[in-house]
């Protein structure tokens, strides 16, 4: 995926939608964006991401999309959980 500098708008979403989501074990967090406005989210763990992880992070995604005023601005999103021990 040919990725591109990530908007400000969608930075400063992801941050404050972070806020109070990070824990211990989440080692990293990359988001890529890209012409086709396609949005990849993927988070490093420090052990194999659970389900429970797996929901905190969604919740984290539904924040940044209760920002959206359309389907023009993000059009898709991958989804990826890692365990990068």
């Known amino acids: 995926m040919n990725t591109k500098k990530l908007p400000d708008w969608l930075r400063l979403w992801f941050q404050h939608a972070l806020l109070g989501e990070v824990y211990p ?3 990293g967090i990359a988001v890529g964006f ?8 993927r988070v490093y763990f420090d052990r194999e991401p659970t389900e429970e992880d797996r929901e905190n992070m969604s ?3 539904t924040q940044i999309f ?18 990068s021990g």
């Open 25 to 27: 074990a989440i080692r």
């Open 34 to 41: 890209n012409d086709s406005r396609t949005m990849i989210f």
């Open 59 to 61: 919740c984290v995604l």
């Open 66 to 83: 209760a920002n959206t005023s359309s389907n023009d601005e993000i059009t898709a999103v991958t989804e990826e959980y890692l365990f």
